[in-house]
């Protein structure tokens, strides 16, 4: 098969893109590049740029390269920009994704794995979360990808195109430094920069109902993430008609002192968190039950939280050399 991959320069999507490759699949990649950098896709993979919502753009692609699967990871992914920006975020998750699968569709293009997120619970007060868990995203970028979700199922019902929607939790690390994440959005890369500072990294909030008081979390490796791609993409292949929504994380929690501790350590820094107010929205604990990914898709992660920052870290420190220590 071929598989176009929608935001395949992104942090995310260029681990997408490996992993199908090295999983024998032909790969197109699509990025409108806002975010993305072309370097990061192979060499031999086509780019394509251009914008979801710019549907001649999408069709002649689909029909160029004989597409027979998408997986789409662009969108605009900053929940306190999507606050900000909610017609912007609706516009380019929502009407671009629609755009998309109607190109999609009218080609006749048969599986499509979708990039949801965690975002879509909420602040659920579960131990842990399942797939049945209520959906009750806070902010606007959480409520585009429910609306994702909802369209990408209720095109599948209607056209019988194959679906997996994938809800990410947090994701961290790299599989070589030049695919790390260039973003300071995520806890990790945003203590790396505190640390390249020389500065106490932040933590928002230690007075939640945890057993360190800071808020718990469920940490997945992007390349354990890339392979959960892969495992729906080769589902959806082997079983058309498929409608598959599954939570992609490891259902181990670590709490934000926890993890800043483990930065430190395999990093060479012993700079102590100081506390700052929390932040609006933030839930105690959010934590997935993996459960059903290992039975639908046959995928489990493989690597743990030393694995995400010490990957992570290789990449950061080819980014910035003066963070590096010993």
């Known amino acids: 098969m071929t598989w176009l991959i929608t935001g395949g320069a992104g942090y995310i999507g260029a681990h997408v893109v490996r992993a199908l490759t090295e999983a024998g699949e032909q790969a197109v990649v699509y990025d409108d590049l806002s975010t993305g950098v072309a370097e990061r896709v192979p060499a ?4 394509v740029t251009g914008s979801t919502l710019d549907a001649e753009r999408v069709a002649h ?3 160029d390269h004989e597409v027979t699967g998408v997986v789409h990871l662009a969108a605009r992914k900053q929940v306190g920009e999507s606050v900000e920006l909610p017609l912007h975020y609706y516009r380019e998750n ?3 994704l629609r755009v998309l699968l109607e190109a999609v569709t009218a080609a006749g293009v048969p599986s499509f794995v979708f990039s949801s997120s965690a975002a879509v619970y909420g602040t659920p007060d579960v131990p842990l979360v399942t797939e049945r868990t209520p959906c009750a995203p806070v902010s606007p ?3 585009t990808k429910l609306a994702g979700e909802w369209l990408v199922r209720a095109t599948g019902r209607a056209t019988g195109l194959s679906t997996a929607c994938l809800r990410y939790f947090n994701v961290a690390g790299a599989a070589s430094p030049e695919l790390a994440d260039t973003g300071v959005f995520n806890i990790v890369p945003m203590v790396f920069e505190k640390l390249t500072e020389n500065a106490a990294p932040r933590i928002f909030g230690d007075d939640y109902d945890t057993p360190d008081g800071t808020c718990v979390r469920d940490y997945i490796h992007v ?3 890339a392979e959960a791609h892969v495992a729906a993409a080769r589902t959806l292949q082997s079983a058309p008609g498929r409608d598959l929504t599954v939570n992609i994380g490891r259902g181990e929690g670590v709490s934000v002192r926890e993890m800043i501790g483990h930065i430190n350590a395999l990093t060479g820094y012993d700079l102590p968190p100081t506390v700052a107010a929390r932040r609006p929205g933030d839930p105690a604990r ?3 039950s993996a459960d059903l990914a290992a ?3 046959g995928w489990r992660a493989k690597r743990d939280v030393r694995d995400m920052i010490t990957s992570a870290w290789e990449g950061w420190v080819r980014l910035h050399p003066e963070a590096a220590r010993g």
């Open 44 to 47: 031999g993979v086509p780019l």
């Open 61 to 63: 692609t689909l029909a």
């Open 94 to 96: 929502v009407e671009g």
């Open 141 to 143: 970028y959480g409520e």
């Open 223 to 225: 390349v354990d993430l």
């Open 286 to 288: 959010v934590v997935a």
């Open 295 to 297: 039975s639908e898709l």
